[in-house]
C-alpha cells in the first residue's frame, strides 16, 4: 500500500482517531475538532485501521496536477521570457503568447512560470492604499451623496433596471429615487430635478466616478462670467464701468453691439458673434467679481441710494368740520344759502299756484 507524509495539518489526525477507536471521544468530537463531517471521520477510521497513521495524508499528494502545463508548452513559454519577450511583465507577456504565438495561458500559469525559473517582476507590487474612515456632515442638505445600483428589482416581471438614488450623508435620509435602462444623463438629470425642487439645492454632491459626467469644456472659463451688452464706440473701443478696451482697427465696428464678458480673474474679453475680438488682462490679485450697472445707470443714483421726500407738515385745522363723509354738515357755509333758496323757491311756487286758483273761481 502506498504511504504519504503527514502535514502540519494531518498530524494530530491519528491521536484522535485512536482515541475514538477506543471508545474515548465520540466521531461528533472528532469532526468538530478536525472541521470535517462525521462522514469522513467513519472514512478516516477505516483508513487508520487499515494502514495506521500513514494511510491519513492525502493521496493527491505528490502526484502531477491532470491540468498543469505539457512540458513542451513550458520549455516553449521560458524560452519566450528569455529570449524574445525579456522585460515583459506578467499580462502583457500572456497577452502577445496569445495573440501571437497561439498559446492561452493564465495571467498565473506565467507568473508561476516566471517565479520558477528565479526571474523578478517587472514592477514591484504595489502596497495597498491607507483608507480611513470619513465623518458624516454634521447638518442635513451639507452633502448629498448620489449612485446607481443595477438590480431586477422587477424580478421576473420585466428587465433588470439602474435605480439611481440621491441620499443626505448627514441623516441618510432617501431624497430622491428614479428608475432608468441604465446609468446615464438624462437619469441624473431626472434625479437632481426632482432632489431640487423638493428639497432645495445642497452645497455639495458627491458620486463615484461616472462615466456620464464628461470633462469640463475648455471655454469653462467664458462661461463662467459676467456678460454685459455694450455698444461700440466711434473710436472702437468698448467700456465697462471704469475699464475701457481698445478694439482691433483692422475693422470698423463703431456703432456695433457687442457682449463683454468680465471672467472670474477680472480679464475682459469682447465677444462678437461666438468670436472674441480683444482681451485685458486682470487688473491684479485682489479682484472680486461683482454684476455692474448698465451705462446709463451708472452715474445715476439708484432707488435705495436715493434720500427720501420729506411730508408736506399738517397745519392745524382753524374751522370746524362741514362734512361727515359725503354729506356736508349743517354748519357747512353752503347750507345756509341753499336752504334760503329752496324755501324762497317753494314759497313762490305756492303764491302762483293759490293765484290760479282764486282767477279760475272767480269766472267759474
Known amino acids: 500500500m502506498e504511504t504519504f507524509t503527514l502535514s502540519r495539518k494531518e498530524l494530530h489526525r491519528p491521536g484522535l482517531l485512536k482515541a475514538a477507536l477506543g471508545g474515548r471521544i465520540t466521531n461528533r468530537q472528532v469532526a468538530t475538532a478536525l472541521r470535517v463531517t462525521i462522514r469522513h471521520v467513519r472514512r478516516l477510521k477505516r483508513r487508520f485501521e487499515a494502514g495506521g497513521a500513514t494511510a491519513l495524508g492525502h493521496r493527491s499528494r505528490g502526484r502531477p496536477a491532470p491540468r498543469r502545463l505539457r512540458a513542451a508548452v513550458r520549455a516553449e513559454v521560458s524560452r519566450l521570457m528569455t529570449t524574445l519577450y525579456v522585460g ?31 526571474r523578478p517582476a517587472r514592477r514591484a507590487r504595489r502596497p495597498p492604499r491607507a483608507r480611513r474612515r470619513r465623518t458624516p456632515e454634521a447638518a442635513r442638505g451639507a452633502l448629498v451623496q448620489i449612485d446607481g445600483s443595477p438590480f431586477a428589482w422587477l424580478e421576473a416581471r420585466g428587465p433588470e433596471l439602474m435605480l439611481l438614488g440621491a441620499v443626505d450623508d448627514a441623516t441618510t435620509e432617501i431624497l430622491a429615487l428614479h428608475f432608468r435602462p441604465a446609468e446615464d444623463v438624462h437619469g441624473y438629470t431626472t434625479l437632481f430635478q426632482r432632489l431640487f425642487t423638493r428639497h432645495g439645492l445642497p452645497l455639495a454632491l458627491y458620486g463615484d466616478r461616472l ?21 461700440v464706440a466711434r473710436d472702437n473701443t ?18 456695433r453691439p457687442v ?6 480673474d477680472g480679464t475682459l474679453v469682447v465677444v462678437l458673434d461666438g468670436a472674441g475680438l480683444a482681451t485685458q488682462p486682470p487688473p491684479g490679485r485682489d479682484f472680486i467679481l461683482k454684476p455692474r450697472l448698465g451705462p446709463n445707470r451708472a452715474h445715476r443714483p439708484t432707488a435705495r441710494a436715493r434720500s427720501p421726500r420729506r411730508p408736506w407738515p399738517r397745519l392745524p385745522r382753524l374751522t370746524p368740520p362741514t362734512h361727515t363723509g359725503r354729506r356736508p354738515l349743517a354748519s357747512h357755509p353752503w347750507r345756509p344759502e341753499i336752504d334760503r333758496d329752496i324755501r324762497q323757491h317753494l314759497t313762490t311756487k305756492s303764491r302762483r299756484t293759490f293765484s290760479r286758483s282764486s282767477k279760475g273761481g272767480h269766472s267759474h
Do not use: M
Open 88 to 118: 515583459f511583465n506578467d499580462t502583457h507577456l500572456t497577452e502577445k503568447l496569445r495573440e501571437v504565438h497561439g498559446l492561452t495561458l493564465a495571467r498565473e500559469s506565467v507568473r508561476r512560470r516566471r517565479c520558477g525559473l528565479g
Open 259 to 264: 457682449e463683454v464678458r468680465e471672467l472670474l
Open 211 to 231: 462615466a456620464v459626467w464628461r470633462r469640463p469644456p475648455h471655454d469653462l472659463a467664458l462661461i463662467l462670467s459676467g456678460r454685459y451688452r455694450r455698444v
Open 238 to 255: 468698448v467700456r465697462l464701468g471704469p475699464r475701457w478696451l481698445q478694439l482691433p482697427a483692422r475693422r470698423a465696428l463703431a456703432r
